[in-house]
């Protein structure tokens, strides 16, 4: 029986991903927290403005991380789907 390397390589590089995704999923992710210090240059005046500008940048390692994931599944689907379709052209 043949091994079909393409498909060890996409199990391998899943698990991995879901081994770099759990740690950061369950422990803390300093992304800002040097950056604390600094003063921003916008100040929002009602309590509403403190709470978006938490919210939108509490998150923010989970989004830069979400769009890694999304650009890297896109990017293996395409070649995927371009390599299935040479094999079938020969």
Not at 15 to 21: C, K, P, S, V
Request: hydrophobic share 55%; with cysteine; aromatic share 12%.
């Amino acid at each position: 029986m043949k091994v079909d390397w393409f498909r060890v390589a996409a199990l391998t590089l899943a698990l991995a991903a879901f081994a770099i995704l759990l740690p950061t999923l369950t422990f803390s992710f300093p992304l800002f927290h040097y950056a604390t210090g600094v003063s921003p240059a916008f100040h929002p005046v009602e309590e509403a403005g403190n709470a978006l500008c938490d919210l939108l940048w509490g998150y923010r390692q989970m989004d830069l991380l979400a769009q890694a994931i999304l650009l890297f599944a896109s990017t293996a689907c395409s070649v995927a789907l371009l390599r299935r379709r040479e094999a079938e052209r020969q």
